[in-house]
């Protein structure tokens, strides 16, 4: 396995449109709005912010229950995850659970996350963003 | 008007064993610890790996402690700026309380924490060659 790069460093706010506003006027950054937006099916709103070659990735809860709900419960706004990008995350997957640890089936999406048991409790998620090589 | 941020320098992760988290991600991940740092009066072990832009520092105590388990979490992140004081300055003027421009433990870089207008992120600002190296330590 072969990390390429960090694609993005996952925050989770209260308000997101508030803080996506916060970043534009204190930092001078600006939301891509091509990309983000509403994802029921996690319980969340998201917006990117591209920071050179990675992006900051805006959390807002949308529910009651799941990992952004919990951890805006427990301690509200924050860093909440971080993104590596690999060249072939299935492969990525397999090579982690052949040396013990915990990972999720890489989604349609190419994002397959990490147990928090298996890194010392850090939230980790590996993402495809190409496909991958023949023979790679 | 921007305080004209190039990229994200670095994240912190935080352990109770930086050395024992560091060898954890560079085995799993594939990366190469590129750099130690156990200076005298820092109280800290700092260990580095870098993906392409993006320096991960794992930080830790000086002597770990005896633990059940090693406990490891993201702390903040650091971004880079080419001109530091223009950036303290430019964000102090919209309200945001940042601390006083200090020499980094990077060789030759001043670092910045913010302290407000982060939602709730801890961050800072770095810039690279704003101070003279010392002595022994090029490029």
């Known amino acids: 396995m072969k990390a390429k790069k960090i694609d993005h460093v996952g925050i989770v706010v209260k308000d997101l449109e508030a803080a996506i506003a916060t970043y534009q006027s204190n930092f001078g950054f600006e939301a891509d709005r091509s990309r983000g937006g509403a994802v029921p099916a996690m319980g969340i709103r998201n917006a990117f912010i591209p920071v050179g070659e990675s992006d900051l990735e805006l959390f807002e809860s949308t529910a009651s229950e799941g990992p952004v709900a919990k951890f805006a419960q427990e301690r509200g706004e924050g860093v909440f995850m971080i993104s590596i990008e690999v060249d072939d995350v299935a492969a990525a997957v397999e090579h982690l659970r052949g040396l013990g640890a915990r990972v999720g089936d890489p989604s349609p999406a190419g994002v397959a996350f990490v147990s928090m048991k298996s890194t010392h409790g850090v939230n980790l998620h590996l993402v495809q963003r190409t496909p991958a090589e023949p023979g790679g | ?139």
């Not at chain 2, 130690?36 to 991960?56: D, N, Y």
């Not at chain 2, 992120?121 to 022994?136: E, F, H, K, R, T």
Request: aromatic letters at 4%; glycine letters at 10%.
């Open chain 2, 1 to 139: 008007m921007s305080i004209g941020a190039t990229h994200i320098d670095h994240i912190v992760i935080s352990s109770n064993d930086s050395a024992a988290t560091a060898e954890l991600f560079a085995t799993n991940l594939g990366i190469e610890i590129k750099r130690t740092m156990s200076r005298p009066g820092t109280r800290a072990h700092l260990e580095f790996a870098k993906l392409q832009e993006v320096v991960l520092e794992f930080a830790g105590p000086g002597e770990v402690q005896p633990y059940d388990e090693v406990k490891a979490r993201l702390s903040g992140f650091v971004l880079a700026v080419p001109d530091i004081d223009a950036a303290v300055a430019e964000l102090r003027s919209r309200g945001v309380d940042v601390g006083e421009p200090h020499a980094a433990v990077q060789p030759g870089a001043k670092l910045a924490g913010i302290r407000s207008g982060t939602n709730g992120v801890p961050l800072a600002l770095i810039q690279y060659g704003a101070l003279p190296l010392p002595a022994g330590e090029g490029a």
